[in-house]
């Protein structure tokens, strides 16, 4: 035989086995054995490492980066977010010489995935340029969607699905419902079982703007997509998103068996990220149970889980809370060593509104102190109480901005009542309780002030700026709960059932009224702009102007639109 030809037969047979370690690894990720899918990726790898082969042959590049994507994949799924990142790079690189299809269909794969490990990290930015370039990989070049069952369809889906967490992540929602939708819309046309995953943005995103019920919803209907589809890893973060749920809604008896079942199935598959999410949960049931020693051992345990995993942003989120059951517990310096460390992650990853709530929730903590217990001296009392000033109104301001955001007025009226107006309201007591007659009364006119819908004729002395930048810093309603500042929402109307729809009905008319409901969800609404600046007499002066301009800076959002009204 000729020896040209058995060195081709060698590289086939190497890469057939090769094939055979990430099929048989694809299998058990997918049911989520994944410890023992990362072995068999490993192995995958170290074999298509040793594969003797001219440089660039383009098989046995494409197997090597498949089986680098998917070890990657799975070290994302198990929590190990840096590794990830590494593997999708490497993959990445092996694709750059790869001919198409092959060559850019697997670089979109490995960009869509490594989007996901990006946003753990949270390198925003990076995910969302490496999800903009799988979207320009996967989209015809007429604009047309691939067709049904293809590759490149599952991975437009994946793209989708991704897309929208980035954006809910960086909290906004109007964009966030577009992609919501559009995504829901895909996978109902191409692939209906995997209707999970946005249904699960879709509930995120309500439960973000205080629609519960909608929420809760759309929970059920993912946790009853991923059971149909035979997905248990999405079954039990659907389980961990409804046990949210119930928490928000105070059913902590039903919360806590979701939460029981997720976290041994999450401890048994190895994915620290979700049990760290589920130490979390498991914590804030505890401090909405009073039992703070619990809570704050609980989120302990959390917060090493997200470290260990690389992920900055949950890490942050669980130090507010564990914040809060130090401070139940007296000790008010590590809580707030706690809270000043989130705020350092939140700002490195731009997260302008969740450092605003973290603000108003310290604020809070002080007010609490000079409450329950009186101060050392007169001193250090008026420098709590300054401290808690400084703190709440800017981000009082910055809370109340999120309305300006909203093109749905039921969702800027619900903001208003459930997030803002509480943070106001502290805002005016510590002005109060301080004697700041000037800043309390400076508020009062600020409350009354109107809004002007974008693109009315505007009034007043300086140039219209109506609407808030596309691209530019949102200040969005925050993610994370803790339990002293749960609102108490009011009921959703309930949704119209989808035609055709009974409570006995398949798994297509549960996802017919997932869209159904997809549309509820995004329903428009008139945009309004940010208040004017307000003048307060002919000297010039701004009401707030000291407190705007430091929300704006601190908080990288546009706090008041740059146009002047007088007051008198």
Not at 167 to 174: D, H, I, M
Not at 505 to 522: E, I, K, M, Q, Y
């Amino acid at each position: 035989m000729d020896e040209h030809l058995m060195d081709e037969l060698l590289v086939d047979e190497a890469i057939a086995r090769v094939s055979a370690l990430v099929d048989a690894g694809g299998e058990a990720f997918l049911r989520g054995e994944f410890p023992s899918a990362q072995g068999l990726f490993d192995q995958a790898v170290t074999a298509a490492d040793h594969i003797e082969a001219p440089p660039h042959h383009p098989d046995v590049l494409a197997v090597r980066a498949q089986a680098l994507i998917n070890r990657a994949t799975t070290a994302d799924r198990m929590g190990d977010h840096p590794a990830a990142v590494a593997s999708f790079r490497a993959a990445l690189a092996l694709c750059e010489p790869l001919p198409e299809p092959a060559g850019p269909v697997l670089r979109a794969s490995a960009l869509v995935n490594l989007s996901q490990a990006l946003l753990h990290t949270g390198d925003f930015d990076g995910g969302r340029g490496a999800l903009e370039e799988a979207r320009a990989l996967l989209i015809a070049p007429d604009g047309g969607a691939p067709p049904p069952g293809s590759d490149t369809a599952d991975l437009l889906i994946g793209c989708l699905v991704a897309l929208t967490e980035l954006t809910v992540q960086r909290e906004r929602w109007s964009r966030a419902y577009e992609l919501a939708t559009e995504s829901l819309d895909v996978v109902l046309r191409h692939r209906p079982e995997l209707a999970g995953r946005p249904l699960m943005n879709l509930s995120a995103i309500a439960l973000a703007t205080g629609r519960l019920a909608l929420a809760e919803d759309f929970a059920h209907q993912a946790l009853t997509a991923f059971q149909e589809s035979g997905t248990p890893a999405g079954t039990a973060e659907a389980q961990q998103a409804l046990a949210q749920l119930y928490l928000r809604s105070g059913r902590t008896d039903e919360a806590r068996s979701l939460l029981d079942a997720a976290q041994a199935f999450f401890e048994r598959a190895g994915m620290s990220h979700q049990c760290g999410i589920g130490l979390d949960l498991l914590g804030l049931l505890a401090a909405l149970e009073a039992d703070h020693a619990r809570a704050a051992e609980l989120y302990v345990r959390g917060l090493d889980r997200f470290e260990k995993s690389g992920a900055p942003v949950a890490a942050a989120e669980v130090r507010v809370r564990l914040a809060a059951a130090l401070h139940a517990a007296g000790l008010h310096e590590e809580s707030e060593g706690q809270l000043a460390l989130a705020q350092a992650a939140f700002a490195a990853s731009g997260l302008g509104l969740r450092r605003a709530q973290t603000d108003y929730f310290h604020a809070a903590l002080l007010e609490n102190r000079l409450l329950s217990a009186p101060a050392p001296g007169p001193d250090s009392a008026a420098a709590l109480l300054g401290r808690a000033v400084a703190l709440a109104v800017p981000a009082a301001l910055a809370i109340d901005a999120v309305r300006f955001t909203l093109a749905n007025g039921s969702q800027r009226e619900r903001w208003h009542q459930e997030i803002a107006a509480p943070a106001m309201r502290l805002a005016f007591r510590l002005a109060a309780r301080a004697g700041a007659g000037a800043l309390v009364s400076q508020l009062i006119e600020s409350q009354c002030a109107g809004t002007p819908l974008v693109g009315a004729p505007a009034g007043g002395d300086g140039p219209a700026e109506n609407g808030m930048p596309e691209d530019g810093p949102a200040l969005e309603p925050p993610r994370f709960l803790e339990p002293l500042t749960f609102p108490n929402p009011a009921p959703d109307p309930a949704p119209a059932p989808a035609p055709n729809s009974t409570p006995d009905a398949p798994s297509t008319d549960t996802f017919r009224l997932g869209a159904a409901l997809a549309d509820v969800a995004a329903d428009a609404g008139l945009l309004v702009a940010p208040p004017p600046r307000l003048v307060l007499d002919r000297t010039g002066a701004v009401a707030l102007e000291p407190y705007i301009a430091e929300a704006e800076a601190r908080y990288g959002g546009r706090i008041r639109d740059a146009r002047k009204v007088r007051t008198w």
